[in-house]
């Protein structure tokens, strides 16, 4: 076997193979930022692997995945440290909402290396890759179904206050009042009060109306007070009494008396 080929070896043994999502395609996945991403695979041989992200508008070297601090060679703190199993696997779950700064559309290469290394320090480095696509946010539209009303209210209220009020012949209580969820359509309102005349109206109330009534009732009229009849002065133990005259015979006396006197 030639150095070469033990090399070539060497390298596919150590090469991390990343489980993804089954709706990626190509091996690419494809989300929004925000959302969470779960990535595993293998890493024979190793303790730990080191995560590290580039793309649009990001420091040549790349960025933690998480808390999106830009990564130096030999520094481990600076990377996402992911330790790996003893039997070679691991996983990680990528916040991506954890950078610390909102990641532009466009695509994005996650890499995990076998030791703390930055982009311009691959050249021997073994690591492997991730393509990550960010979209446009899907909007989610939500229609909300509006019942168009049927029933209308009525605000009644009076002078004078504290009257009945019936409405299609049905008792609805003492002024001031509101009456709700009243049918759409004619209806007659009647508005009573004693010593007042009677209050009445036919209405139209309209789907979703609210309608206000202000009603002014008139005082009754009083009847006028009859004569009082004083009777005539009589003496002690006497009844008064009253005799009526026929006016046919006070004018034949007068007559009588008239002809005498000539």
């Given at each position: 076997?030639?150095?070469?080929?033990?090399?070539?070896?060497?390298?596919?043994?150590?090469?991390?193979?990343?489980?993804?999502?089954?709706?990626?395609?190509?091996?690419?996945?494809?989300?929004?930022?925000?959302?969470?991403?779960?990535?595993?695979?293998?890493?024979?041989?190793?303790?730990?692997?080191?995560?590290?992200l580039?793309?649009?508008?990001?420091?040549?070297?790349?960025?933690?995945?998480?808390?999106?601090?830009?990564?130096?060679?030999?520094?481990?703190?600076?990377?996402?440290?992911?330790?790996?199993?003893?039997?070679?696997?691991?996983?990680?779950?990528?916040?991506t909402?954890?950078?610390?700064?909102?990641?532009?559309?466009?695509?994005?290469?996650?890499?995990?290396?076998?030791?703390?290394?930055a982009?311009?320090?691959?050249?021997?480095?073994?690591?492997?890759?991730?393509?990550?696509?960010?979209?446009?946010?899907?909007?989610?539209?939500?229609?909300?179904?509006?019942?168009?009303?049927t029933?209308?209210?009525?605000?009644?209220?009076?002078?004078p206050g504290?009257?009945m009020?019936?409405?299609?012949?049905?008792?609805?209580?003492?002024?001031?009042?509101?009456?709700?969820?009243?049918?759409?359509?004619?209806?007659?309102?009647?508005?009573?009060?004693?010593?007042?005349?009677?209050?009445?109206?036919?209405?139209?109330?309209?789907a979703?109306?609210?309608?206000?009534?202000?009603?002014?009732?008139?005082?009754?009229?009083?009847?006028?007070?009859?004569?009082?009849?004083?009777?005539?002065?009589?003496?002690?133990?006497?009844l008064?009494?009253?005799?009526?005259?026929?006016?046919?015979?006070?004018?034949?006396?007068?007559?009588?008396?008239?002809?005498?006197?000539?």
């Open positions: 076997m030639t150095r070469r080929t033990s090399h070539a070896a060497l390298l596919l043994f150590l090469l991390l193979a990343i489980a993804l999502p089954v709706s990626c395609s190509a091996g690419t996945i494809q989300t929004v930022f925000g959302n969470d991403i779960p990535l595993s695979g293998t890493a024979p041989g190793s303790d730990f692997i080191y995560l590290f580039t793309g649009p508008n990001l420091p040549d070297g790349g960025i933690s995945l998480a808390g999106g601090t830009p990564v130096v060679t030999g520094n481990a703190a600076s990377f996402t440290r992911v330790e790996v199993n003893t039997d070679g696997s691991w996983s990680y779950t990528w916040s909402g954890s950078t610390g700064r909102v990641l532009d559309q466009g695509t994005y290469v996650i890499y995990i290396v076998q030791e703390p290394r982009l311009p320090d691959l050249d021997d480095a073994v690591y492997t890759t991730q393509a990550v696509v960010f979209g446009q946010p899907v909007v989610t539209v939500t229609l909300t179904l509006v019942t168009p009303p029933t209308g209210s009525l605000v009644v209220d009076s002078s504290m009257s009020v019936s409405l299609d012949g049905n008792p609805a209580g003492i002024t001031p009042l509101q009456i709700s969820d009243i049918p759409a359509g004619s209806h007659t309102l009647v508005i009573i009060h004693d010593g007042y005349s009677p209050y009445r109206a036919d209405i139209v109330i309209s979703g109306e609210t309608r206000d009534i202000s009603a002014v009732l008139q005082p009754l009229i009083p009847l006028a007070n009859p004569t009082t009849l004083v009777p005539p002065t009589t003496p002690p133990g006497r008064a009494s009253f005799t009526l005259v026929p006016l046919g015979a006070v004018a034949l006396a007068v007559f009588v008396l008239g002809r005498r006197r000539r």
